[in-house]
């Protein structure tokens, strides 16, 4: 018997409804509208987990997310991995079937979900690039309106944002509903898979803390990244001592 | 100061209505970003508020639109800028002062420097900087230290995107000068300098959680990957990185267990 969230399958379709909506709108807050950064893994990771039941949980995926994709940007025509939809996935994925667990979002069933989904953020910038190349028959038919005589054919821009929306909103529903089946194998893990799965993360994140060194994109960095880090370390241990 | 410049301006003007929704839909630049017009159909749509003010007449409304339907691209905040300056140089347009290849010719000659400053200002300081100092805060602030990234993001980003679009419009041509005073380039390597000390705090948070958790040998690990996967990122990708540490995590946890 696959392990539920508390509301059982009713309860699990509302939530894969409410992820398909938040990471839905974040799919076009990414690049299509605003850009206030609601989409960084940082924030819709505890925004989407305060939604299904768990803020700090959606943090504790959102942080390491946000430092392992802090370098891509998104320069002319060239695309970064897409890291909003694999935090908006993740968490869909992770944070339900935490509270099934029982577990809440540790770092054994974090490293799980993880090594599931990591090649979703390259899934997504391919499916971006789809997106991109279907934008131009817009682009087409707005150039047709216009030589007709159209002055509203620019209007067709807004668009340009369904796919990407449908497209996430999809992805996050359907993470919310193999949920189960992740509490089901976090379960079932033995202790010692538990402690090695944990060590995992803790691997992943130091993986991400590199990555945020290397996001900074300046000649210095990296000697001031390490004099700041061995500063930090030195006083933390002289205050709570080193024993 | 925008009324008074409309008041003064030419016979033909846009009305502030208009210029606040041509700023909103400014928002949706990239809506329809495509490779052969780039971010075309996103700036002749956020334009269009204004066109219709200036050119009553459907048919030539529809050709100002279809100008605009030309390859555009730049950064989306500093686009506000040119589309500003679009603007007024449509109402100059409109006035029989100016030739629409002047609209066009000020959109490509900024497009492409604009981009660069918006790139490297942005997206390889602020937003790094911003990510950065929220992760930092995240062991005392909690979820708070997603209240740091937005605040200290957008604190900057909305008032400089709306100072564009409004310098763009007052100044037409003259923004150039403005943007090269706001000294944004050189605000960017202090802010660098700033994300590689958050970037070292984050990385020490690192090791610390892994030696309260598990000892001092998992601490060491821990920093032990992190220089190596510094050193390894650019030919492994940060796929294959997690990866290959996923591995070797389960590998020595399992030893270790």
Known sequence: MLPLPPGGAAHLFFLAAVAALVGGLSAIERKGALQLMLSRPIVLAPILGWALGDARGGL?????????????????????????????????????????????????????????????ALFGRRLERAAEELNSRLMDEAVRRASRG??????????????PFGAAAGICALGVLVSPVLALARAKCRAIELFAL?????????????????????????????????????????FRGAG | MMRAAI?????RRVSVRSLARVFVRSLFLQAAWNPRGMQNLGFADAIAPALADLYPDPARRAEAVARHLEFFNCHPYLAAAILGGAVRLEERV?????????????????????????????????????????????????????????VLYNAVHLPVRLW??????????????????AHMSSGTPFLKACGAALA????????????????????????????????????????????IAFGLGFLFGARLA
């Open chain 2, 200 to 243: 070292g705090a984050v990385a020490a948070r690192g090791v610390l959680d892994a030696r309260l958790a598990a000892g001092t040998f998992d601490a060491l690990l821990v920093a032990a990957t992190i220089v190596l996967a510094w050193a390894t990122l650019p030919r492994l990708g940060a796929t294959r990185a997690v990866y």
């Open chain 2, 7 to 11: 008041s003064t301006g030419p016979a």
């Open chain 2, 94 to 150: 409109a006035n029989g002062e100016a030739s629409p290849q002047e609209v066009s010719s000020f959109k490509s000659a900024l497009g492409p420097p604009f981009a660069a400053l918006g790139d490297g200002f942005f997206w390889l300081a602020l937003r790094p900087v911003a990510a950065l100092a929220a992760a930092a805060t995240q062991p005392i602030l909690g979820m708070g230290c997603v209240a740091v990234f937005l």
């Open chain 1, 198 to 238: 944990a060590e995992s993360w803790h691997l992943g994140w130091a993986v991400a803390a590199a990555c945020a060194v290397r996001a900074i994109r300046d000649p210095r960095a990296p000697a001031l990244a390490a004099v700041c880090a061995l500063t930090v370390i030195v006083i933390t241990l002289a």
């Open chain 1, 60 to 120: 504790v995926l959102g942080v390491p997310l946000e430092l392992l994709f802090l370098g891509g940007v998104n320069l002319g025509g060239s695309l970064p991995d897409n890291e909003s939809l694999l935090a908006g996935a993740l968490t869909a994925m992770v944070v339900p079937a935490g509270i099934a667990a029982g577990t809440g979002v540790d770092a054994p069933l974090a490293a799980l979900g993880l090594a599931l989904l990591l090649p979703l």
């Open chain 1, 150 to 163: 159209d002055p509203s054919a620019a209007r067709v821009n807004l668009r340009g944002l369904l796919l």
């Open chain 2, 164 to 181: 564009l679009f409004t310098t763009g419009y007052l100044r037409a041509e003259g923004v150039v000068e403005a943007v090269a005073r």
